[in-house]
């Protein structure tokens, strides 16, 4: 019945078609209408006699997902937003209508996108025996999903014919997610199998990591005066899971061709491996890749094996420590290097840095916006969505900076982890704002350059987060418009007040040291106001550019460095006189009220003309 109403939802919006067209309809309704059947009896079977088994976990809640964020959404689509649109009244009812859809299309892509994040985080839990290839069946729904939004944000969109088209993609995608459904349930039940497949995604790593660390514990171990060693000779059982850095296990130096036996054996299995891998794979570049990999494993053996018939040979203590160090330390920098290449190409899941979550989410964005402009011929939209998009995710970045900064001035320190996060939010933060500059100032070419320019510098970043080195962000333009100087003189007015309340409150009267924590979580607050300006100004097409300027280059730059002097945990504000504690603080005032005062000469001598005139 349900989908005998979702087709009459698109016969009722198309009621101009011809008879001919019902009969196809009908026919179609019937095939529809039977897939539907046999993926509910399917689903009937399968909640009867659902194993709470592990190996059939993950097939399982993702079946839950595809019905509760995908499946049941889509219909609430069809039967509701589209077909009641026909009992609406009014010259707006298609423009409506195409607005909700929208928004309920994005709802749905916002779902697939947090589910594919999750899965890279290991939040989604994954069974690599099964390898029911989640991850990359919910990126092809993404596209899908990405297809039906260009359609609904053409310029056409508002029209009988465009929501025929729309209503007939959306049952296309629907039967899309229960033929997936269809084959999660008919999987066969998960076993106790343990043969080791190449899957292209983070598994593939996890012997190389096992490899690289044993490998370089030896080296550390090895680098050890005899007096640590002598402590840690009585430790010689390792700690479960990986708990321990590189030298804090350490095995007595006789012992070290046995930890390198160890090393062989996993070499061994994983070449096992690769040799029925490629016995099975038939596609010549998965083929070439396996090949390459079966080289260096064998060549490694080949290191490996020579190393243990040295130390087999020798007995004194410090001799074996120097050839350990001496031959195994060039082993241990390339497993090192080919651990990081492996990581940072199979996603956030492998990389161990938290700034891969965020780099990762950008490259999807940019991909994203790739998809859409191959899509789409109508350039404005292809500039108008882009801009939007990029201002809000630039605005939720900055928010969850915002939330770092006030962690790190009311605790005085973050982790690691934050630490990286907040480093990556300002790499990127001036690239992307270029990026919606140029939807404003540039055309779609340079646009498009653009954003293969920004997938280039965001893949760098996560080669070095995720293994190698460092890089740079970069500046900001602009133009003239409206009211600019006198809406600058309103909004400076109310950084003003916020200065002045973080003079008086903490920095005139500073009683003790918690003062300097006000004084942050002030600066912090400012921070959040020009945050808010700038977005909004962007948001406004960068009609008022010089504002844009005085923010970033005057404003922020010397916020930063008043925020810096206080973060520094060596300062003690309770003995610094109140000159020290304001004078930061006063530059950035001045700088305020110099504007200010030009901005006010500026609009009193333009009223005066506008009366002579």
């Not at 937003?81 to 859809?101: I, P, S």
């Not at 893949?459 to 006198?486: F, H, R, T």
């Not at 924590?517 to 406004?540: N, P």
């Not at 930063?560 to 020290?580: T, V």
Request: charged share 35%; hydrophobic share 35%; with cysteine.
């Amino acid at each position: 019945m349900a989908w005998l109403r979702e087709w009459l939802c698109v016969l009722l919006l198309v009621s101009v078609a011809v008879q001919g067209q019902d009969e196809a309809a009908a026919d179609a309704e019937g095939e529809v209408a039977g897939a539907e059947g046999e993926v509910a009896g399917a689903e009937g079977e399968a909640a009867e006699g659902k194993s709470a088994e592990d190996g059939d976990e993950e097939a399982w809640t993702y079946v839950e997902f595809l019905k509760s964020e995908v499946s049941e959404k889509v219909e609430v689509i069809l039967q509701k937003t589209l077909y009641e649109a026909r009992e609406k009244k009014g010259f707006t009812v298609l423009e409506e209508t195409v607005t909700k859809t929208l928004e309920q299309v994005m709802e749905i892509r916002e779902s697939l996108l947090k589910r594919i994040k999750d899965i890279r985080k290991g939040d989604v839990q994954i069974d690599t025996e099964q390898n029911i290839k989640q991850e990359q069946m919910l990126s092809e729904f993404r596209m899908e999903i990405m297809t039906i939004l260009l359609k609904l944000v053409d310029k056409d969109a508002a029209t009988i014919d465009k929501l025929k088209e729309i209503s007939k993609d959306l049952l296309r995608f629907k039967m899309s997610i229960s033929n997936e459904v269809m084959r999660m349930l008919m999987l066969p039940q998960a076993t106790t199998r343990t043969v080791t497949t190449q899957t292209g995604d983070c598994s593939e790593c996890d012997v190389l990591k096992e490899i690289s660390t044993k490998i370089e514990n030896l080296v550390v171990c090895a680098d050890k005066e005899e007096g640590e060693d002598a402590q840690d000779a009585e430790i010689v059982q390792e700690p479960e899971g990986n708990e321990a850095g590189a030298g804090q296990v350490c095995m007595p130096p006789a012992m070290y061709a046995m930890d390198l036996i160890g090393v062989n054996e996993l070499i061994d299995n994983e070449i096992e491996g690769l040799y029925t891998s490629l016995i099975t794979t038939t596609e010549e570049d998965t083929r070439l890749k396996q090949f390459e990999k079966l080289k260096d494993f064998k060549s490694l053996r080949e290191t490996i094996d020579e190393m243990i018939t040295k130390l087999m040979s020798e007995t004194d203590d410090e001799k074996l420590k120097k050839l350990v160090k001496r031959s195994l330390g060039r082993v241990n920098t390339e497993q090192k290097t080919k651990l990081k290449d492996c990581q940072a190409q199979c996603g956030p899941g492998g990389c161990e840095s938290c700034a891969a979550d965020v780099l990762y989410d950008a490259i999807a964005k940019m991909n994203d916006y790739k998809t859409f402009f191959n899509n789409t011929d109508d350039e404005e939209a292809k500039k108008e969505f882009v801009r939007t998009d990029m201002i809000k995710y630039i605005n939720d970045n900055n928010n969850e900076a915002r939330e770092i900064l006030i962690k790190k001035a009311t605790e005085g320190a973050i982790d690691e982890c934050e630490q990286e996060k907040s480093d990556i939010y300002k790499m990127t933060k001036a690239p992307m704002w270029m990026l919606v500059n140029t939807t404003i100032f540039s055309g779609v070419d340079e646009l498009e350059v653009m954003v293969d320019a920004m997938i280039t510098q965001l893949e760098e970043l996560l080669k070095q987060y995720c293994g190698s080195d460092e890089v740079a962000p970069g500046p900001v333009d602009g133009d003239d418009g409206p009211n600019c100087e006198w809406e600058e003189y309103e909004q400076t007015k109310e950084y003003l007040i916020k200065v002045d309340e973080i003079i008086q409150e903490s920095l005139f009267k500073a009683k003790d040291d918690s003062a300097q924590m006000t004084a942050l979580l002030g600066f912090v607050d400012i921070q959040g106001l020009y945050d808010k300006r700038v977005k909004k100004l962007f948001e406004d097409e960068l009609v008022c550019p010089d504002e844009v300027k005085m923010i970033k280059k005057e404003y922020m730059s010397q916020l930063n460095k008043c925020m810096a002097e206080f973060m520094n945990g060596k300062l003690k504000f309770s003995e610094m006189s109140r000159l020290q504690r304001i004078s930061c603080t006063k530059e950035l005032r001045n700088a305020m009220e110099s504007r200010m005062g030009k901005l006010l000469q500026f609009e009193l001598e333009k009223s005066l003309n506008e009366i002579e005139t």
